[in-house]
Each structure stands twice: as structure tokens, then as C-alpha cells.
């Protein structure tokens, strides 16, 4: 069984500024893990996901994770936030061999202007 | 338009009423899940379905049934409704075509059981 912990469940951070959302994670067997973002009113969608491979992966709008196996995390970074990017946003993993996807519980990002 | 199509989006509904939420997908997924949103405690999942003879339980499945009407519609009905049901519920699917199961999601209904 797999679960997912955000380690924060909001986090202000002023435009322009750097912001990293925490995502770690328990598994028992491989996993892949992603970032869903939620715009407020509106359904979630893929920001990224990693499945193999380099561990540095890059998503949309300017969004990357860092995939670290020995601490079983998949942290969210962004250089330079933009007011648009306040959301609601999940860190989910699923088994390599299953098709359920465990989602953590969101980490609202408020961007202040 | 869009591909994965929720009914009705805001529902406010009585305790012990019957109520059917609908979900639509244009986008050929085989695939169909739902899930409710509470605040704190992101998405869990109460049903799935793979094809339109299976259907499964999700980990909050009591006070639910579903019903997979073809491979586009997936219904969620709460045959009593009561108050802690009120919820964001998302309809989502997904082909498994890759090595990952990555999940489209609909606009959500937003239920209020008074």
C-alpha cells in the first residue's frame, strides 16, 4: 500500500518570489509519483509526473520536481511564482504495478502580490 | 467542449433524499473513477471502473452505488443522502495507455445535504 503525506497545507509566498511544496511519500513497491494542480472552481490537472528515469522533472508552467528515492520525497519548485499560480496542489503515487493513485491532502499555494 | 463533463455542478439537497450525480467523457478512456474532496483530507476514492461489466469499491464506498451505463457515462448515486456527504465530488478517467495511470478529472459537483 502506498500513502502520501504534504507537509504543509498552505504556504503564502510573495510574487516573484521561489516556492517549494513538499510531497513525501511510503511505498512498499516502485512507484510513480505526480503533481495535480486545482485553479480555483475548476477540476485538477497534470503539472507533471515522474516515472523513471532522471529524477529532475520539468512540467508545465514552468513547475519542476526532484524525485529522491533514499528520502522518498518529490518536492515542487518553481523559481519565480506568478499570482496566477495560487491553486490548490496534490502530491499522488500510485504502484508501478496497480492502477489506483493515492492523493495527499493538497497544499494551498497563495501568491501575494 | 470539454472532456469529462459532471451534472449537475451545485446540488442542495435534504436529508434522506435520493440523489444521482452524472459524469460524461468524450475522450474514449475505458477508465472511469469517483471521488469526493473534503477540506484537509484531499481526494479519496469511492468507486471505479474499468470497463463497463466491472465495477469496484473505493475506500469510501458505504452510502454509495454507482452505475457505469456505457463506456462515456458513469453515474454516483447516494440512495439516503445525510449530512456529512456534503462534499466536492469529481468524476475523473483514465486509458492507462502509458506505464502510468495519469487521471483527467471533471469540474466537480459541489453537494450540500442539509
Redesign the interface.
Given at each position: 500500500a502506498q500513502s502520501v503525506t504534504q507537509l504543509d497545507s498552505q504556504v503564502p509566498v510573495f510574487e516573484e518570489a521561489p516556492v517549494e511544496l513538499r510531497c513525501n511519500y511510503s511505498s512498499s513497491v516502485s512507484v510513480y509519483l505526480f503533481w495535480y494542480v486545482q485553479y480555483p472552481n475548476q477540476g485538477l490537472q497534470l503539472l507533471l509526473k515522474y516515472l523513471s528515469g532522471s529524477t529532475l522533472v520539468k512540467g508545465i508552467n514552468g513547475f519542476e520536481a526532484e524525485f529522491n528515492k533514499s528520502q522518498t520525497s518529490f518536492h515542487l519548485r518553481k523559481p519565480s511564482v506568478h499570482i496566477s499560480d495560487t491553486a490548490e496542489y496534490f502530491c499522488a503515487v500510485s504502484g508501478t504495478g496497480g492502477f489506483k493513485t493515492i492523493f495527499g491532502a493538497g497544499t494551498r499555494l497563495f501568491v501575494k502580490a | 467542449d470539454a472532456d469529462?463533463t459532471q451534472t449537475p455542478r451545485n446540488r442542495i439537497t435534504k436529508t434522506g433524499k435520493r440523489i444521482m450525480l452524472e459524469c460524461s467523457q468524450t475522450k474514449g478512456h475505458d477508465?472511469m473513477y469517483w471521488?469526493r474532496q473534503d477540506p484537509?483530507?484531499?481526494?479519496?476514492?469511492i468507486y471505479?471502473s474499468?470497463d463497463v461489466k466491472d465495477i469496484n469499491k473505493?475506500e469510501i464506498s458505504d452510502g454509495y452505488s454507482v452505475s457505469r451505463q456505457a463506456q462515456a457515462k458513469f453515474s454516483l448515486s447516494l440512495e439516503s443522502a445525510i449530512p456529512n456527504q456534503t462534499a466536492l465530488y469529481?468524476c475523473?478517467t483514465?486509458d492507462?495507455s502509458?506505464?502510468?495511470?495519469?487521471?483527467?478529472?471533471?469540474?466537480?459537483t459541489r453537494l450540500t445535504v442539509l
Amino acid at each position: 500500500a502506498q500513502s502520501v503525506t504534504q507537509l504543509d497545507s498552505q504556504v503564502p509566498v510573495f510574487e516573484e518570489a521561489p516556492v517549494e511544496l513538499r510531497c513525501n511519500y511510503s511505498s512498499s513497491v516502485s512507484v510513480y509519483l505526480f503533481w495535480y494542480v486545482q485553479y480555483p472552481n475548476q477540476g485538477l490537472q497534470l503539472l507533471l509526473k515522474y516515472l523513471s528515469g532522471s529524477t529532475l522533472v520539468k512540467g508545465i508552467n514552468g513547475f519542476e520536481a526532484e524525485f529522491n528515492k533514499s528520502q522518498t520525497s518529490f518536492h515542487l519548485r518553481k523559481p519565480s511564482v506568478h499570482i496566477s499560480d495560487t491553486a490548490e496542489y496534490f502530491c499522488a503515487v500510485s504502484g508501478t504495478g496497480g492502477f489506483k493513485t493515492i492523493f495527499g491532502a493538497g497544499t494551498r499555494l497563495f501568491v501575494k502580490a | 467542449d470539454a472532456d469529462v463533463t459532471q451534472t449537475p455542478r451545485n446540488r442542495i439537497t435534504k436529508t434522506g433524499k435520493r440523489i444521482m450525480l452524472e459524469c460524461s467523457q468524450t475522450k474514449g478512456h475505458d477508465r472511469m473513477y469517483w471521488y469526493r474532496q473534503d477540506p484537509g483530507l484531499g481526494l479519496r476514492l469511492i468507486y471505479y471502473s474499468f470497463d463497463v461489466k466491472d465495477i469496484n469499491k473505493g475506500e469510501i464506498s458505504d452510502g454509495y452505488s454507482v452505475s457505469r451505463q456505457a463506456q462515456a457515462k458513469f453515474s454516483l448515486s447516494l440512495e439516503s443522502a445525510i449530512p456529512n456527504q456534503t462534499a466536492l465530488y469529481f468524476c475523473a478517467t483514465s486509458d492507462f495507455s502509458g506505464p502510468a495511470d495519469t487521471q483527467y478529472f471533471g469540474p466537480g459537483t459541489r453537494l450540500t445535504v442539509l
